[in-house]
């Protein structure tokens, strides 16, 4: 039988006030303050650094979040390549990831070493509640039966899948892999699935795209911190079967 700690209480009390699901961040800290000023459960989709002017407050306001037990973020691929970079890792490293790792070395960001190691390393790369998946990159309908796997170790096809969307094997011109959206089509009937990475949306607002099998996508990224802005939208409180399972 599952048993509540106090820290089960806590999250369980917060998610009474409903859900608030956030976009991709990449550095945007302004709008993120605003996004997280909400009684509501806070899960933010990924990507919370690079290209923004401001990585570092992002991640230690994400951190002051989750030691209030009000909120969680999930794995990235923006988010794990900074973990693995602070492991030591070899990777073929960007302007954005160099200027988050300045950042971080700053004196005035010492506080938030201590902590941001642990937290990428149990970031979940996809999280379910009932018949509401949350996800960085894209879903693939085993994500309901099997666990996230440690997501700054090696990359098994879903977690790949959770973070890097669906490609194929063509490069774009922009050099980055090509992406499709083919998984819609695969999303259960009644299933909804919410996630960033992809700017989908050309109106500034998140984007809601059926699938053929009766399922849904609900595309958050739109664009902050890449001249766009930060998109949240509101849930109501899970059912309380689905709060025992996230617990």
């Known amino acids: 039988m599952h048993t509540l700690t106090r820290h089960d209480e806590n999250v369980k009390e917060t998610m009474a006030h409903g859900l608030r699901i956030i976009g991709d961040v990449h550095g945007d800290l302004d709008a993120f303050r605003h996004a997280v000023a909400t009684r509501r459960f806070i899960i933010q989709l990924g990507d919370l650094v690079d290209y923004g002017p401001d990585s570092a407050g992002v991640l230690r306001l994400m951190l002051e979040v989750m030691e209030q037990e009000r909120g969680l973020f999930l794995i990235g691929n923006h988010d794990r390549k900074l973990g693995r970079a602070l492991m030591g890792k070899r990777l073929r490293s960007s302007p954005h990831l160099e200027e988050t790792l300045d950042q971080l070395a700053r004196p005035e960001n010492a506080d938030i070493h201590t902590a941001l190691l ?130």
């Open 118 to 247: 642990p937290a990428l390393a149990k970031a979940p790369a996809w999280l379910v509640m009932g018949r509401t998946v949350f996800v960085h990159g894209a879903f693939d309908p085993r994500m309901l039966m099997e666990a996230p796997p440690p997501p700054l170790e090696r990359v098994t096809f879903l977690l790949s899948r959770a973070m890097f969307g669906e490609t194929t094997s063509r490069i774009q011109p922009d050099g980055y892999p090509e992406r499709t959206l083919n998984w819609v089509n695969h999303i259960p009937a009644g299933y909804t699935i919410y996630c960033g990475h992809d700017q989908r949306s050309t109106n500034g607002c998140p984007l809601t795209l059926p699938g053929r099998a009766g399922g849904q996508a609900v595309f958050m990224d739109t664009g902050a911190g890449k001249g766009g802005h930060l998109a949240w939208l509101d849930l109501p409180a899970p059912a309380m079967d689905e709060v025992a399972a996230f617990l």
